[in-house]
């Protein structure tokens, strides 16, 4: 089970509760501000999870070794 499947779990068993329910076992004004969290937390995890790793971060990683004192950057 990864992170990513217990928020599609919780997804689902908040979205079959009613919102008494929500309100009372989230401590929340409303289901549908849980529910919006919990989507917030869903399109963060798979942003993250599927994130180019080798994008270009602008920084200058020979530069700072150099400036460390380090050999070059690999």
Same mark, same amino acid.
Do not use: P
């Given at each position: 089970?990864?992170? *990513?499947? @217990?928020? +599609? ?5 908040? =979205?079959?509760?009613? &919102?008494? &329910?929500?309100?009372?076992? +989230?401590?929340?004004? =409303? ?9 917030? @937390?869903?399109? !963060?995890? *798979?942003?993250?999870? +599927?994130? @180019? &790793? #080798? ?5 200058? +990683? #020979? ?6 004192? *380090? =050999?070059? !950057?690999?």
């Amino acid at each position: 089970m990864t992170h *990513l499947d @217990d928020l +599609y779990r919780e997804l689902e068993r908040v =979205s079959s509760m009613t &919102e008494a &329910e929500v309100k009372r076992a +989230y401590n929340a004004d =409303s289901k549908s501000e849980i529910l919006a969290l919990i989507n917030a @937390d869903i399109e !963060f995890t *798979l942003k993250e999870q +599927y994130e @180019d &790793e #080798d994008c270009d971060d602008g920084m200058d +990683y #020979d530069a700072l070794c150099r400036v460390q004192g *380090l =050999s070059r !950057f690999c």
